[in-house]
């Protein structure tokens, strides 16, 4: 597989760049919708400096609460307060504290994974007003994304169907490629893509070997998304490959 040409990789100094690199970005396309906004989040490590920040008075006051929907990539089963719960790491860090409880969109995990996954695509194609996308209409504003150390994007990982499916929005993945091993949802490329800005963030030399494959362009779920608007990697020093060559 060719190295992705869409993409865009934007170095900075540290994890604390790389969260207001990102906090800026995501202000940016906030501010650029006076509409409604959708926004995709993520789960792991990488986004909770993220997160931190939105919560302070530097952003906190710029984001229009009232008209922010906020989405989850994808998410692991267990209880809502479970915290390996994506959702609930983003609800406790800010999103309860400031969102309105109705803009607030988590992935249901009471039902098993192919049940959860049918709840929440339908919940996406009310939100979108159609159940077919629209390349002209993105389903989000942005979409969060991060890079797990085999390559997998939200619970797309490699050599798994839900990797190939182009018809639903959203699919059940009864076990993980990596640890926790546990049943997902997680939504598709075709929905994850629907966006005018992918935003990947990756810090730490533990990021290093995985971006290596990823940049090299080994057939890898990374390698697989694509954004109908722009996709964006801020990538902190310690995790960029040594012979990288920013475009």
Known sequence: MAPNDQRQVIAVADSAALAKAAAERVMARIAANRDRVAICLTGGSSPKLLYELLATDAYRDRIPWDRVHWFMGDERFGPADNPLNNMNVARRIFLDRYAPAANIHPIPTAADPDEAARRYQAELHSFYGANELDSTRPLFDVVLMGVGPDGHIASLFPGYPAIEETK??????????????????????PALGSCDEMLFELSGSEKRAILTRVF????????????????????????LPENFRER
Do not use: C, K, Y
């Open 168 to 189: 639903h929005w959203v699919v059940g993945v009864p076990q993980a490629h990596v640890a926790p091993f546990v049943p997902r949802v997680t939504l598709t490329l």
């Open 216 to 239: 090299a362009g080994e057939d890898l779920p990374a390698n697989r998304a694509h954004s109908a608007g722009e996709m964006i990697w801020l990538v902190d020093h310690a995790a």
